[in-house]
T-cell receptor
Framework: GENVEQHPSTLSVQEGDSAVIKCTYS??????FPWYKQELGKRPQLIID?????GEKKDQRIAVTLNKTAKHFSLHITETQPEDSAVYFC????????????FGPGTRLSVLP | DVKVTQSSRYLVKRTGEKVFLECVQD?????MFWYRQDPGLGLRLIYF???????EKGDIPEGYSVSREKKERFSLILESASTNQTSMYLC????????????FGPGTRLTVT
């Protein structure tokens, strides 16, 4: 079945710097890759997603890139702010049950003032 | 506004007790999911349902069962709670067509003693 790896597990950046989180997946049939943000004590919420027919997607300060050949995708956050501090989860859809995801283990991002 | 609610935020049960966790969504979503969240392991799928009366095992179904008698309600049952089921449980729902965003509930922190 699908396996999603995520690195790094923790990341600390200075406010204003960029942050990059990388994920790899195993099943070439995966065609949808969402990113969820979970602030402390709160529920995960979708922040951006990308489909397999697109190589890059941007939404203000966040962007996601996808390399289907290498089976990896990355989240880029520019001009980080303290409110970006959270745990970020990448995920990949699975074959047979396209509405289901396999999630990565998460990255704890800390933005230092 | 999208609403997924869970019956309890915190629950303490004893080993061997039968435990019911309930999830209700008011968005008329077809799909509902139960995950458990443990540090360093991300979100792992326990069971899912794409329709009323339908249920399918996820990646870690052992020790759990589910019930979906109504479209808006998806219940997770721990037949005989054990200490290794101490965890955060998250419910989610999504539409079966269009976007695949999953909307999460606030979570139930279950402690089994």
């Amino acid at each position: 079945g699908e396996n999603v790896e995520q690195h790094p597990s923790t990341l600390s950046v200075q406010e204003g710097d960029s942050a990059v989180i990388k994920c790899t997946y195993s099943d070439s049939a995966s065609n949808y890759f969402p990113w969820y943000k979970q602030e402390l004590g709160k529920r995960p919420q979708l922040i951006i997603d990308i489909r397999s027919n697109v190589g890059e997607k941007k939404d203000q300060r966040i962007a996601v890139t996808l390399n289907k050949t290498a089976k990896h995708f990355s989240l880029h956050i520019t001009e980080t702010q303290p409110e970006d501090s959270a745990v970020y989860f990448c995920a990949a859809s699975i074959r047979n049950y396209g509405q289901n995801f396999v999630f990565g283990p998460g990255t704890r991002l800390s933005v230092l003032p | 506004d999208v609403k997924v609610t869970q019956s309890s935020r915190y629950l303490v049960k004893r080993t061997g007790e039968k435990v019911f966790l309930e999830c209700v969504q008011d968005m008329d979503h077809e799909n509902m999911f139960w995950y458990r969240q443990d540090p360093g392991l991300g979100l792992r799928l326990i069971y899912f349902s794409y329709d009323v009366k339908m249920k399918e095992k996820g990646d870690i179904p052992e020790g759990y069962s589910v019930s979906r008698e109504k479209k808006e309600r998806f219940s997770l049952i721990l037949e005989s709670a054990s200490t290794n089921q101490t965890s955060m449980y998250l419910c989610a729902s999504s539409l079966s067509t269009g976007g695949r965003e999953q909307y999460f509930g606030p979570g139930t922190r279950l402690t089994v003693t």
